[in-house]
């Protein structure tokens, strides 16, 4: 009769690989997570027409025409094209006052779309909680 013990068979699992996986997958995440944040953050509205709100304070109007032309509406100023470090100059320092003032930017319809992106990340990195873009009512025939 030999001595011998009957081995239970051994039900691990080798997790070392496994953690390895999801090392690399962490690494990959990291990386490529700040790329697809590149987009400018706009609320949209809720439902097809909202308006807005007149108890809160007057909004700051930025204006792009269809040259190319930045314009800021600040009470009675004659308009005046502006270049567009002037314009997120003023809009950083009513901001300061008043940081809750809604930024709105009226575009021409042939203005270029990185125009309209640029000038609403612009109006972001001024300081502005939320850039909103103007439009006409649709009218349906």
């Given at each position: 009769?030999?001595?011998k013990k009957k081995r239970k068979p051994l039900a691990e699992i080798n997790v070392v690989p496994y953690i390895d996986v999801m090392l690399v997958l962490l690494v990959v995440f990291m990386v490529t997570a700040p790329?697809?944040?590149?987009?400018?953050?706009?609320?949209?509205?809720?439902?097809?027409?909202?308006?807005?709100?007149?108890?809160?304070?007057e909004p700051i109007i930025v204006s792009i025409d269809q040259n190319g032309a930045y314009y800021i509406n600040l009470g009675?100023?004659?308009?005046?094209?502006?270049?567009?470090?002037?314009?997120?100059s003023m809009v950083t320092k009513i901001l300061a006052d008043k940081p809750q003032t809604p930024v709105l930017v009226w575009?021409?319809?042939k203005v270029e779309y990185g125009l309209i992106v640029s000038l609403m990340s612009d109006l972001q990195t001024a300081g502005a909680p939320g850039v909103g873009l103007v439009t006409e009512p649709f009218e349906r025939r």
């Open positions: 009769m030999s001595s790329l697809l944040m590149q987009g400018v953050k706009v609320e949209l509205p809720k439902t097809a027409s909202q308006v807005m709100n007149t108890d809160d304070d009675k100023e004659p308009k005046q094209s502006k270049p567009l470090k002037d314009v997120t575009g021409d319809t």
